[in-house]
């Protein structure tokens, strides 16, 4: 049954990559009927009620589930650290990060960054420019590597932009 699955989760990611999306949930939705424990299943679920449905609540149950049940799959993680700092539940981001820093294969630039957000939307700059930095160091890839300098420059410029703000008023 395991190759089976496993089949069916390829097939679940094709069709998720063509924009079939209907299809990949049916394929998934088969899945945990012959496994209702299996995590990756509820990792791809959450995902899809987050980034395409719009429907938070099942996406949270369905991550949350995923890491229940498949605590060492990477990619939970990191999609679950984009849904928190979505929802603006900085603190929760905060645990969540540190919770996944420890997960053997978990992108830490990625999660380094995602912490960086979550300090940022909360105007904490200097804490998001350490977080950003961080990531940078981490960074193993271009897109990483470059996702982290671009977070680096919008704060600097932020920073800069409300300290000459800060100059006209006094």
């Known amino acids: 049954m395991d190759v089976l699955v496993e089949d069916m989760m390829l097939q679940a990611d094709r069709l998720f990559d063509a924009g079939e999306y209907a299809e990949g949930r049916q394929v998934l939705e088969e899945i945990l009927e012959m496994e209702p424990d299996y995590g990756r299943a509820h990792n791809h ?69 995602q912490l960086g957000n979550a300090y940022e939307m909360n105007a904490f700059y200097k804490e998001a420019l350490d977080y950003y930095s961080q990531a940078n160091l981490k960074a193993l890839n271009k897109n990483d590597f470059e996702a982290a300098q671009e977070n680096i420059r919008r704060v600097k410029s932020k920073t800069s932009f409300f300290s000459k703000l800060k100059l006209l008023f006094i």
């Open 45 to 113: 679920i959450g995902w899809l009620h987050y980034y395409k449905l719009d429907n938070f609540d099942k996406a949270e149950y369905h991550y949350k589930l995923a890491i229940k049940f498949s605590p060492k799959y990477p990619a939970t993680w990191v999609n679950y650290g984009y849904f928190l700092n979505y929802m603006g539940r900085f603190a929760d981001m905060k645990v969540h990060a540190e919770k996944a820093m420890k997960v053997q294969g978990v992108n830490k630039s990625i999660v380094y960054n």
